[in-house]
């Protein structure tokens, strides 16, 4: 049971440049994964905490509808807004500048077997990093990802979540609003709920904040959670 993480920041990279990678990532792991079972001394299988910013992106994952796309494809042309079609979990979503992006490709057999689990453990590692910065990150019941003010009218959404599994392999994974432009939301239906607003550190806390510095945050709290020390 391999329980090291090896921390990779790809800097800012397109969006399908960056799923590719992940992909190869993924595969590679579930390759290992079944090949392991015909050795005598299974290899351990790797885990990745990669850490990501995209230019103007808008994905779709496959429970998501397109009439949730507020926007023409021709309008996003324009406005040089990229669409996918994604195979994660959830609806639609944005990515863009001042944003960080994470995408843990973990084999959940060095850690816990359980996709419900690993969702709430992301979720956790999230609601530390806000607090870090006196922020109460919360749960919404039924709706993934970290929310503030949740059950009242002012309830907001600050980090996103999505992931795909296959033989306890993860890919794709949290995106936390830090000093993105959320303006960009308003051409879609985020995450397929039409009655809550979306957040930023730098919207809730009036200030801009370091990217690196939530990234060390979240990478602290992660190996926290997860138990984990790095590669």
Known sequence: MNKKITLIDWGLKDYKEAWEEQEKLFQSTIDLKVANKNLPLPIETPNYLIFVEHPHV??????????HLLMSEEFLKEKHIS???????????????GQVVGYPILDLDNFSPDIHQYLRSLEEVIILTLA?????????????????????????KICAMGVRASRWVTMHGFALNVN????????????GIADKAVASLEGELGHQVSLQEVRERITQHFLEVFSATLA
């Not at 669409?83 to 500048?97: E, S, W």
């Not at 870090?132 to 907001?156: F, L, N, Q």
Request: net charge neutral; hydrophobic share 30%.
């Open 132 to 156: 870090d910065y006196g922020i109460k990150g919360e749960r919404s019941k039924g709706e993934t990802g970290v929310w503030i003010e949740v059950g009242t009218p002012h309830a907001r």
């Open 58 to 67: 808008l994905t779709l994952g496959k429970s998501g509808v397109m009439e």
């Open 180 to 191: 993105t432009d959320l303006s960009y939301f308003n051409y879609i239906v985020p995450c």
């Open 83 to 97: 669409f996918y079609k994604v195979n994660r979990g959830g609806d639609i979503t944005y990515h863009g500048l």
